[in-house]
């Protein structure tokens, strides 16, 4: 019924359907309806601002735009649907459905180093490919149970949490309703999933409600923790506490979601982030593009089906990224002798909060347009809670005063919540290297001193 209503607004092959939806059946059924119609789906985060949402729509052409009820909207000429209104029944679309492995499946927007989110374009043949290496290694069959409690404006809730249980006759619960740490295993109690997936800041949560919680876990063989770097402390305590393993992953919407994960049936290795999913090949290379021996530090590099086909309208930061087949990540790591990757860094000075990935030009754009503000840098720094949070600091224009009021005012009105600085800094001088460029190495370390000097106080 949802095909044929996307088809009577006008949507077929080639087209785009923007969802900007919370986690609920509706999103999904969307998905498959509009898949059937060879269209493709754009996910929007459902925090964004109407500057970010209008941005979206006009980089992917989205023809639809489907919101919650009662939504305020902005959407620029782009037609908009609310959820409420869809069809009941169960008419069919005039039309069998498209079956074609080329056809783009989504566009997953994630923000670059300019700053500038970019599609990434993913089609039926690399969602097909990621699904079945999940399968394989996650050992899925009909007798699981998914508990959705990630995103589904994220390729990894669709991937790992929706397409491939259902891939392999298995059920799926949609948690509704916002993460909370106090209920959570209630809801596992009720539903006994036999696996989710989420972010190490869940885990964190988790890990420290109080030692007389002690609920019944004995339904659930594993979860998956991705997004971002967890400690091997933290596995080791949740699994020793809650009775089932973890297992660490790692990959990028660039490459449809996962590319290594430590095994559920071999040895999981604390610290590191598994494995290559079957299909996949990682090499770790030099700034010529050389590989390293084991055990030596470089960019990891990927190569298999699940690499997208490129960012939309993008060729050539798609050259940039893609080289040979092989997609470079930015990320910095090494392998070792088994072939287990571990992650020493991020060479785009991306901040992870809570599992979001930050890209601190962004926020800088947005800061230098107070005409107060001669140049802006931001970093991340340690939060006990999000893993990272967002600081920044900010140069004056010669004979102009900052006010940090006016600047969170200014972020409010541009950025999404969780990429808002949580701190604003007003110096007389942001710290360059030797080539004039903003040195955030030396930041971060300025900032770190200062904030052990005023706990140390």
Request: hydrophobic letters at 45%; aromatic letters at 6%; one cysteine or more.
């Amino acid at each position: 019924m949802a095909a044929r209503q996307l088809q009577d607004l006008g949507i077929g092959p080639g087209d785009v359907v923007a969802l900007k939806l919370t986690n609920r059946l509706e999103f999904v059924v969307l998905l498959f309806a509009a898949w059937r119609l060879g269209a493709t789906v754009t996910p929007v985060n459902p925090s964004m601002t109407d500057v970010e949402v209008v941005r979206q729509l006009q980089d992917s052409r989205a023809r639809l735009l489907v919101v919650e009820d009662g939504a305020s909207v902005v959407a620029h000429g782009v037609a908009v649907l609310a959820v409420g209104e869809l069809y009941e029944g169960t008419v069919e679309p005039d039309q069998a459905p498209l079956l074609n492995p080329a056809t783009l499946a989504l566009l997953i927007y994630t923000s670059g180093t300019t700053g500038v989110p970019k599609g990434v374009m993913l089609d039926h043949a690399n969602i097909d490919a990621m699904v079945e290496m999940g399968l394989q290694t996650l050992e899925l069959g009909p007798a699981d149970r998914c508990l959705l409690i990630l995103p589904l404006f994220h390729v990894n809730g669709i991937v790992v949490s929706i397409l491939a249980p259902l891939l392999a006759g298995a059920s799926v619960v949609i948690a509704g309703r916002r993460f909370d740490p106090h209920s959570f295993f209630d809801l596992v109690e009720q539903e006994r999933p036999t696996f989710f997936s989420a972010v190490p800041t869940i885990y964190s949560m988790l890990a420290a409600l109080p030692d007389d919680v002690q609920p019944d876990t004995s339904s659930l063989r594993f979860a998956v923790c991705g997004a971002a770097p967890a400690s091997a402390d933290l596995l080791t305590r949740f699994e020793a506490r809650y009775g089932f393993p973890l297992v660490e992953g790692y990959g990028l919407s660039e490459g449809t979601c996962g590319s290594t994960i430590n095994p559920l049936a071999g040895p999981r290795r604390a610290g590191t982030v598994g494995l290559p999913f079957p299909g996949q090949e990682i090499r770790i290379v030099d700034a010529d593009g050389g590989e390293v021996a084991p055990g030596m530090d470089g960019e990891v590099v990927v190569r298999g089906p699940n690499v997208m086909r490129g960012y939309l309208g993008r060729p050539d930061e798609t050259a940039k990224v893609i080289v040979n087949g092989w997609l470079h990540t930015g990320d910095v790591g090494h392998l070792d002798a088994e072939g287990y990757l571990t992650l020493v860094g991020r060479s785009k000075d991306m901040i992870i909060r809570g599992g979001e990935n930050i890209y601190p030009r962004e926020i800088e754009d947005v800061l230098a347009g107070d005409p107060s503000v001669l140049e802006a840098a931001v970093i991340g720094v340690p939060d006990e809670k999000w893993g990272e949070v967002v600081v920044a600091y900010v140069q004056p224009r010669p004979g102009s005063t900052v006010d940090p009021s006016a600047l969170e005012t200014l972020c409010a009105r541009s950025l999404t919540g969780y990429k808002r600085p949580t701190a604003f800094f007003v110096v007389e001088a942001i710290p360059k290297n030797a080539v004039g460029k903003i040195d955030k190495a030396s930041l971060r370390a300025d900032h770190a001193a200062a904030s052990a000097s005023a706990a140390a106080s």
